[in-house]
């Protein structure tokens, strides 16, 4: 079975904080998501991962930048934390493969006061 | 811009009953997901339709895509409680490159 895991169910900090999201897969897919799902607006891709080192931004990259040093793992991180940033952040994996699907971790709820 | 749209966004049915839910994108794309989430869980992936004429079935629930019409069902057949979640569509934007564009998530509860 693919394991997708996120360092935090929950997570309070406050605006401006530096803020670290992790995300662990163990089924060594070379690809890697992040999202933010908000009531009413579905998922939306925020940035992603071909393989270690490669970035690409998503649909909403402002606020957010991304880090990938090892093929299992893909960091999200708030520079500066901010109020509309309070969301719940949901990571995924996927094999190369473009027909298979995407596996997702548990997801992070961040709240920024 | 690709944009996807399900309908209805909420569904209260009763066991028994047969339902459909619709997603409708915007842009050419022969690739579309269905995935379900639990309240307070992860997504889990339903099916993967890969072109024009797919259809996929599991239990209850079966999924079309009509690349043509820009136009995925999600069908309920004999509903029942277990099914109660909500059920998201997601549209790839670039062929191969899995980037995907979600619907807003369609969440049904289904009543004894």
């Known amino acids: 079975d693919v394991k997708v895991t996120q360092s935090s169910r929950y997570l309070v900090k406050r605006t401006g904080e530096k803020v670290f999201l992790e995300c662990v897969q163990d089924m060594d897919h070379e690809n890697m998501f992040w999202y933010r799902q908000d009531p009413g607006l579905g998922l939306r891709l925020i940035y992603f991962s071909y393989d270690v080192k490669m970035k690409e931004k998503g649909d909403i990259p402002e606020g957010y930048s991304v880090s990938r040093e090892k093929k299992e793992r893909f960091s999200l991180i708030l520079e500066s934390a901010s109020t509309n940033q309070t969301s719940m952040y949901l990571c995924?994996?996927?094999?190369?493969?473009?027909?298979?699907?995407?596996?997702f971790g548990p997801g992070t709820r961040l709240t920024v006061l | 811009e690709l944009k996807v749209e399900q309908n209805p966004l909420f569904l209260s049915m009763q066991e028994g009953k047969n339902y459909t839910i619709y997603c409708n994108y915007s842009?050419?794309?022969?690739?579309l997901y269905w995935y379900r989430q639990d309240p307070g869980k992860s997504l889990e992936s339903l099916f993967v339709?890969?072109?024009?004429?797919a259809v996929k079935q599991e239990g209850r629930l079966m999924a079309s895509l009509d690349t043509k019409a820009r136009l995925s069902t999600l069908h309920i057949t004999a509903a029942v409680h277990d099914l109660s979640a909500t059920y998201f569509c997601a549209v790839e934007k670039l062929q191969g490159a899995q980037k995907l564009v979600f619907g807003q998530g369609t969440r049904l509860t289904i009543n004894p």
């Open positions: 842009t050419t794309s022969d690739r």
């Open positions: 339709l890969l072109s024009n004429g």
């Open positions: 995924a994996s996927s094999p190369p493969v473009a027909t298979d699907t995407q596996y």
